[in-house]
């Protein structure tokens, strides 16, 4: 493993690591964001014309 590094700078790869993935993360929370289930900020959306049924009514999803 450590014959990777010699081929490889190990600064500009930890680095280039952690921009994808910060992009990677906000890409999924505003993804999240733009969903009517999901906005945690309570902006509302503009293709909310329908009634959206409260948090506690959501009906319960079975695992398995």
């Known amino acids: 493993m450590w014959r990777v590094w010699l081929m490889v700078d190990p600064l500009r790869s930890m680095v280039a690591l952690h921009v ?25 959306s503009s293709s909310e014309s329908s009634q959206v049924l409260p948090n506690h009514e959501y009906p319960l999803k079975r695992i398995g």
């Open 20 to 44: 994808f993935l910060a992009v990677l993360a906000f890409t999924i929370h505003f993804i999240l964001l733009s969903t009517d289930r999901y906005n945690w900020l309570g902006m509302k």
